[in-house]
Every structure is written in C-alpha cells, then in structure tokens.
C-alpha cells in the first residue's frame, strides 16, 4: 500500500479518562502493556501501510518520545502537532500536506478495532469512491450518529443521534479519503466531519461508500470500555500485533510480582514492577508500572495508577485510582469511582457496606 498514507488523529484531551489523561494523552495510556497507539499502529503496518502521519495536540511530545521516526516498527511516522482545536475534518485537512499517495485512510486514535483494513480499502477502490466509512452494526445505536446505505453501498444520509435511528449502522471513526477531497476541506478553522463533511459531499453528489461489517469495535474513551479493551487484547478477543506476552487470562510484565495464592485473571495487566499480595484478585483491571494491591483486596474492572497502593482487604469494583494514589485497607470503592493522584485514603475511610 505504497500509495496509501495513514492518518492517526490522536489531538484529544481524553477528559472522559481523567484523572488517567491528566498525566499522559489518551493514546498513550498503558493498554495490555503498551500504549494503546502501539496496538493502532501494529494494525497498520499489518495491513500494508507504512507512511503514517499523527495529527497530534495534547501531550504531543510524548508520542514522538516513544515512537520516533517509526523506524524500529518498520515505519515511517511523521507528525502535525494541533496549536488550536479543529474537529476531526480541521485534523484532517491539517496535514494534508504530509501526504504522499493518492489515498489516505483515517483513523481516529481512541478507537479499538478488528476491521478488515484491505478489504476497505478494496470497497473504496472497486467503487471508485471519493470517500469510504467504516461502519458497524451495533446492538443499540441510539447513542451513535447512524449512517443508513442503500444495497450497493453507496451512503444515504447522516443521522444525529436519535430514540429512533432508521439504521444499526454507526460511524465506526475510520475512513478512506481520495486525496482531493482532504485537499477540499476548509483550512485553519474547525470542520466537523460528521455535520459538515459528510452531509456536504451528500450533498454534492459525490461517491460516498460504507464498509459495513460486525468485527470487534470498541470506542475506549470512557474508564468502563479502557479496562474492557485492555482486558480483550490481553485474552485475544480484540485483534493486535503489539500484545508483549502470550494471549491468556492475564499478562504479567517484566518486573512484577505476583503472589503464587493470589488470582489475576478475566485479562488483567500487571504492569512493570508491580505487586499483588497474598490472596489479593485482580480480574479484568490494568495495574499499571509499580502498583500495589495488599493482601486479600479485591480488584475488578478497574484502573490503578503508576505508584497507586490499594491496601489489605480493600474493595475496588469499576473504579479508577489515579497515579501515586493510597487506598486504606478495607475501604470500599465502586460504581464508577474516580480517586485523584497521590489522594491518601485512611483504612476503611470510605465504604459502601456498615459493618467495619
């Protein structure tokens, strides 16, 4: 795909994540042992594609720290860092410039996926299309725009969110982009693709295709789908070729310490250098570099930050636990919880159940 540039948008301030973004950019949070990009970019390179340009903002040193020029992956990254915010259609146009190939195919960089990325970009060719979406079928596409296609393909209309979608079909943040219509896009103020973009072209007339299919697809925005996604890379349900270790129930970094009577499991990282005491489970959660989870605490579905300390016996259920953070022995924290870095807990400080 030598003629195919990749575009990551990766400009996001990840605030659904916080207090995890306040620290590091959404895509460069640890995600089954590496930074989430790493599983994107492993996917591409996987397809054929080797020019990549990362339309970048927030936090925007940190990817050129850890990816370079690309070339140790077999790469060749170059980046646009975002001085103002432009929606994904401003992004886009922002590094119109850095293309090289007569087609660009879009990512946005928070989006988890098993899209068959050769075979999209077949549908785009095979059509002769100006612009191809990526779309998926999903179960309750309320909370989503819905992209409704006619039987050859061809895109019929973008729909807001609505209590009644005249399609399962969403907009699944990937697209395939004939370099002109990029190049057509208003430059140096904000465009939205999903109002502006898309309906204008419509509009237009122009070939506006959608590449429907029901692989796996998750948006990792929010702490509740970061753990899922984490948790189906590690088990090998969500396809990547960046995992560090073999597929199974739980991955354990270089340098961790697991007790051999304490249970990680449901696709749990361990991350580098840290520990899990004596019948302490951790199951389904992202531990990462130099946690501490004290014996017989319960860990689930959750986030512990860099340094974090959950003490004996605590509680932790859909919880995130920012870096640097202390948790008293048998506190109790779920539903959705969030603790701030290096906040200190007393035991049993905080708690869902009477008894002490």
Request: proline share 6%.
């Amino acid at each position: 795909m030598s003629n195919v540039d990749a575009v990551v948008l990766v400009g996001g301030q990840g605030t659904r994540l916080r207090p995890l973004t306040l620290s590091a950019a959404k895509p460069m949070l640890p995600t089954a042992g590496v930074p989430f990009l790493a599983h994107l970019l492993s996917r591409i390179r996987q397809a054929g594609m080797t020019h990549v340009v990362m339309g970048t903002s927030y936090q925007a040193e940190t990817f050129v720290e850890y990816f370079g020029s690309g070339e140790g992956s077999g790469l060749d990254i170059e980046y646009v860092v975002e001085h103002e915010p432009l929606g994904t259609g401003g992004a886009i146009r922002n590094v119109a410039d850095r293309l090289r190939g007569d087609t660009a195919m879009i990512f946005n960089g928070d989006i988890l996926s098993g899209a068959d990325l050769g075979a999209l970009l077949a549908v785009h060719r095979d059509a002769d299309a100006d612009v191809t979406l990526h779309l998926v079928k999903v179960a309750d596409p309320r909370r989503f725009g819905s992209v409704p296609t006619d039987a050859s393909g061809r895109v019929l209309a973008f729909v807001e969110k609505s209590d009644d979608p005249p399609t399962d079909q969403i907009n699944a943040g990937c697209y395939v982009f004939r370099r002109e219509i990029v190049e057509s896009i208003p430059a140096g103020r904000v465009v939205s693709v999903e109002r502006e973009t898309f309906p204008g072209l419509l509009a237009a007339g122009a070939n506006v295709r959608g590449y429907v299919d029901s692989s796996y697809w998750l948006d990792m925005g929010t702490p509740e789908s970061f753990v899922r996604g984490s948790a189906d890379l590690v088990q090998g349900f969500a396809p990547t070729a960046a995992l560090p270790g073999p597929v199974g129930p739980a991955l354990v970094l270089p340098g961790a310490r697991v007790h051999p009577d304490a249970v990680i499991d449901g696709g749990a990282t361990i991350g580098v250098g840290a520990t899990v005491a004596d019948g302490a489970c951790v199951t389904g959660s992202v531990l990462f570099a130099g946690a501490r989870i004290g014996a017989g605490a319960q860990v689930v579905r959750s986030v512990i930050g860099a340094g974090a300390i959950v003490g004996a016996q605590a509680v932790v259920i859909d919880a995130v636990i920012g870096d640097g953070a202390s948790i008293g022995a048998r506190c109790e924290l779920m539903a959705g919880i969030r603790v701030w870095p290096s906040v200190t807990l007393p035991a049993g400080g905080v708690r869902f159940s009477a008894d002490v």
